[in-house]
């Protein structure tokens, strides 16, 4: 398999069958560009929480965090939406136009999103060199966001491998200079301006690649951005919650626990992050085939929304499983110390990778149908949980409490997300997998736990015990079959034929 993928002629292959081997491929190596990433990282972020320690970590994170938040509530769905549109759309004069009005509207949201989060900064009080850093980090937000947003381009088309080596691009870009900066002995400010430089990298990078493809030229229209706002406006509030529900916890703990618990949940915080993002790389791969289908070819869409659910369950599962088994390990990487209170708190949180793969795979179709009312009414029940959660337990239980709200709330939109599909006329689910994934999960643990010898060797044990149990039951799934050149139905329609 190639790195990069050749260029693909507009509206072919997403109407096609291969469009479903391209999807896997492309959220294998999406994944796996992630995974580089995150192998970078490793040599940064146990420099970067060493060096700041945890109690200035926590004032980092919680920046990142507010940041994150406003981003989210002011994205307006943006990205989502050009994702799902560009998929559909064929004629390159309503691509053209539609490319122009959401770059417009980008720039305009994210400026107003970075006034809110600077003012946050200074009316919670976080001091004169944070709020400052709150500027800094805006502006990566906004490259970032234009970025992403003009990438949806190369994804529209199922051109992941270009996505991919951008994402990794702007990853190395970040670890070169966290490392750098840990090195000069600089300090919380410096880091937070890290985003700038790897933002206009990925950014630059995109433009090179679709320029000439799509119009990349600001329309500031407010009367053309009214409809799209309209369209969008329930999605967006949904992607906002989302946002909010995730982070928010740490926010609370900034400003109602010690610095001490605070950063003790930061540095889980931090390896969450990372990990949280696998689920939407692998999942949203299949969008723009479920988004067509949805519109087009109803027995397609329903094979394609069944697999990506079981598929969700067991992956979610496998990294569950492998999160709390090396847990030690990780904490241990980062701060020092096998011992130290975040790998408990690690432990606890490892539970939400489940969650969030189901989330995921039953998200995306329920936008697909346009469903944007249940996916807000998910995502505001997810909130509400965690914010009385997270009030009720931190103060008793710190940064544990912290994390049970957090993957209480990742399960309550799993839950909540899994209901609302099937009752919006989604197909029949495949349930039995849930009890599938339990039997690898209960196995892999066990195997993982009489091995004892080092959590990485736990690791594998586990890993090697969940799948055998797949292979056993025969749920193996066989898109990962496909990875191999075998033949699979992936996001097919049972055995019909390909569509034309």
């Known amino acids: 398999m190639s790195t990069v993928d050749p260029p693909i002629p507009r509206g072919d292959i997403v109407d096609t069958s291969a469009a479903g081997p391209a999807a896997i491929r492309g959220g294998v190596m999406r994944t796996a560009s992630f995974a580089g990433g995150l192998l970078l990282a490793l040599a940064s972020a146990p420099l970067l929480i060493r060096h700041l320690g945890d109690a200035e970590f926590g004032r980092y994170a919680s920046i990142l965090a507010v940041i994150a938040i406003v981003a989210g509530i002011t994205e307006g769905g943006v990205n989502t939406i050009a994702l799902r549109d560009l998929s559909v759309a064929t004629d390159r004069a309503e691509r053209d136009r539609l490319m122009s009005d959401l770059l417009g509207l980008r720039l305009a949201l994210s400026c107003i999103g970075g006034g809110l989060s600077i003012g946050f900064a200074a009316v919670a009080g976080y001091g004169a060199d944070l709020v400052l850093g709150t500027a800094l980090a805006a502006i990566g937000m906004l490259l970032g966001l234009t970025q992403t947003l003009i990438a949806a381009v190369l994804q529209s088309r199922l051109r992941f491998g270009w996505a991919a080596l951008i994402e990794l691009a702007r990853q190395v870009v970040t670890v070169a200079l966290i490392v750098a900066l840990v090195l000069a002995g600089a300090g919380v400010l410096s880091f937070l301006a890290v985003a700038i430089p790897a933002g206009v990298v990925g950014l630059v990078l995109t433009v090179v690649l679709v320029r000439g493809t799509i119009a990349l030229r600001p329309a500031f229209h407010p009367r053309r951005w009214l409809p799209l706002m309209r369209d969008t406006f329930v999605f967006a509030m949904a992607v906002a919650v989302n946002t909010l529900y995730f982070r928010v916890t740490l926010v609370i703990m900034s400003l109602v626990a010690t610095a001490e618990e605070t950063g003790y949940f930061a540095v889980s915080f931090r390896v969450m992050e990372v990990l949280i993002a696998v689920p939407g790389l692998l999942i949203s791969a299949a969008f723009p085939i479920v988004a067509r289908s949805a519109r087009q070819d109803r027995a397609r869409f329903e094979y394609a929304t069944s697999r990506l659910f079981e598929l969700g369950l067991l992956l979610g599962g496998l990294m569950a499983l492998g999160l709390l088994l090396a847990a030690p390990f990780a904490i241990e990487v980062l701060t020092g110390s096998a011992d130290h209170p975040s790998v408990t708190v690690l432990q606890i949180q490892s539970a939400a990778l489940i969650a969030s793969f189901v989330a995921a795979a039953t998200g995306y179709p329920l936008l697909s149908l346009g469903r944007h009312r249940a996916i807000l009414l998910a995502n505001l029940l997810s909130l509400v949980l ?115």
């Open 386 to 500: 965690v914010v009385a959660l997270a009030l009720a337990l931190t103060p008793s239980l710190g940064a544990r409490g912290a994390a049970l709200a957090a993957v209480a709330a990742d399960f309550a939109l799993a839950v909540a997300n899994t209901v609302l599909l099937l009752r919006a006329g989604g197909p029949p689910l495949p349930l039995s997998a849930i009890a599938v994934t339990a039997a690898g999960f209960g196995a892999g643990y066990g195997a993982g736990t009489l091995v004892g010898v080092h959590p990485l060797l736990e690791t594998a044990a586990g890993a090697i015990a969940f799948l055998t149990v797949l292979v056993v039951l025969r749920r193996f799934p066989p898109e990962l079959r496909e990875l191999v050149g075998r033949r699979s139905p992936a996001f097919a329609a049972g055995d019909q034929p390909p569509v034309s």
